[in-house]
């Protein structure tokens, strides 16, 4: 097997465990909104162990008798062992882990790749080290009883680790981008696309002041008042439902510049009709949340589409950049043009 052999084979096995590790991801972070929504987030009240325990029990006869009084004195006054609650927590810390260990397995997959392309490698083990730092975040979310802002800051890292992971996978996709000419593009794309961008990042702003607002008005009013929450929402909650009507139009103009110039089968317009479908889904959950009452089983569905939608469109983003880039090369070794050219050739 000659070297480019054997790199084309370490970027094929790299991109498949880079695709499986950010759909874990991902999975990992539906699994998180819906331990939120059900209100399991305290089910295990310490870290790393559940309950004092690496295994959870099954039953309250498990715990010491006093076990309320202790948890009590460490600020958790509420703590009762509810067995959903604790192992729905418990499976959630289970996955994070299994994601670490995907996460491990492509920075050591990503290694042959050092020569090839370092910022594979640099990019792989970063996130590792991310993913450490998230577990982290992790036990101090649990440690200030899930104080909102601390929720949004676990969340932005997880964010941190999609855009991390996303950007080595599109490394190793350089090759596959200079394959899918952009010579074409409408030159307005690039301008509209860091609108889009833009507009996205203020959305996902007012969505976590919108997600911290539900957290206090539910601490305020309680589970059974859920279908009034909405009422008792402040200004920017409007705000950020009207915008949403905004972003959809804005991308799906988007797309009509890119179809007009290079057509529905470039990878780029691929991409940005996926963001469309991700958008929709979005709106449609946003819908559903501001008019049947705020339910539960919603709220995740929400949060995953929110951050699909940043996933894509960092990955659009990254992949026009890539193939412009690409084109930019080939066009700088092409051989110029020497003045008188044509009349020597002529002449001959």
């Known amino acids: 097997m000659t070297s480019n052999q054997a790199t084309d084979v370490s970027l094929q096995r790299f991109r498949s465990l880079a695709t499986l590790t950010l759909a874990a991801v991902y999975f990992l972070i539906l699994v998180g909104a819906s331990v939120r929504a059900s209100g399991a987030g305290m089910g295990c009240p310490d870290w790393p162990t559940c309950f004092g325990q690496w295994v959870p029990p099954t039953h309250e006869s498990q715990l010491p008798a006093d076990y309320q009084q202790k948890y009590a004195e460490l600020g958790y006054a509420d703590t009762r062992f509810n067995v959903v609650k604790t192992w729905t927590e418990y499976l959630n810390r289970l996955l994070g882990v299994s994601i670490g260990i995907l996460i491990f397995l492509s920075a050591l997959v990503s290694w042959p ?12 083990v970063a996130a590792f080290f991310m993913v450490g730092f998230q577990g982290w975040l992790g036990s101090r979310v649990v440690s200030s009883n899930l104080q909102p802002g601390m929720i949004t800051l676990h969340m932005l890292m997880a964010l941190a680790i999609v855009a991390t992971l996303l950007f080595a996978l599109a490394q190793s996709r350089r090759q596959m981008m200079a394959a899918q000419p952009v010579t074409a593009i409408d030159p307005r794309f690039e301008k ?7 507009m996205t990042v203020l959305q996902v702003v007012m969505g976590t002041q919108v997600r911290e607002m ?4 539910k601490e305020s009013q309680g589970e059974a008042m859920r279908a009034s929450w909405i009422e008792a929402m402040p200004w920017f909650f409007y705000v950020h439902r009207s915008f949403s009507a905004l972003v959809l139009f804005t991308n799906l103009w988007l797309v009509r510049l890119l179809v007009n110039s290079l057509g529905w089968m470039h990878a780029i317009t691929r991409l940005t009709l ?9 709106v449609l959950s946003g819908a559903t949340l501001g008019h049947l009452g705020m339910p539960a089983f919603v709220q995740p569905t929400h949060l995953l589409a929110a951050t699909l939608l940043f996933g894509l469109q960092f990955l659009i983003w990254l992949s ?4 412009r880039a690409s084109h930019s090369q080939s066009s700088q070794l092409q051989p110029e043009s020497v003045p ?6 002529a002449a001959v």
């Open 320 to 323: 026009y950049r890539h193939a």
């Open 192 to 198: 509209w696309l860091y609108i889009v961008l833009a």
């Open 214 to 217: 539900t957290d206090f008005i």
């Open 274 to 282: 996926g963001m469309i479908a991700v958008i929709g889904l979005s």
């Open 113 to 124: 790749l050092r020569h090839h392309n370092a910022l594979i490698t640099k990019a792989s």
């Open 340 to 345: 008188g050219s044509g009349q020597i050739a």
